[in-house]
């Protein structure tokens, strides 16, 4: 996926997180400069293997900046935000990176997106541009 509006360019590789693609993690982080972890807020059962993803994940770099989406908001059983923050455990991992955990949605059609998938957008040319 690629986004640019003229003044930068952004591509975007989507690594799953499956135990076979796992071992890649490290080989593509080396690259990056930012990891956007997308979880499911609606499905509550998975939360506890999410978060241990995304520990097993940063520790494998230690400042890389964090982006945490929230997706399925608009969903009624979706946990809030603060409930995403604590199930994820995201105050032991904060030290030394900046973090930004968002709610999202999109509607399948894709007629709808929430402003956070914006936020995130605008959050990811910022850091692009402290980076360069």
Known sequence: MCISNGNYK????????SEQLRPYWKMYLSRAFAV???????????????????HQLIQLDSVLPLIVLANKQDLQDAYHIPE?????ALSEICENRKLFLIGTYVIKDG?????GIQDTKEF?????????
């Open 36 to 54: 956007v972890f997308v979880v499911d807020a609606a499905d509550r059962a998975r939360l506890p293997l999410a978060k241990r993803h995304l």
């Open 124 to 132: 990811l040319a910022q850091l692009l541009l402290e980076n360069c």
């Open 10 to 17: 952004m591509e975007f590789l989507e690594i799953g997180g």
């Open 84 to 88: 995403i923050h604590d199930a994820l």
């Open 111 to 115: 007629s709808e997106m929430s402003s």
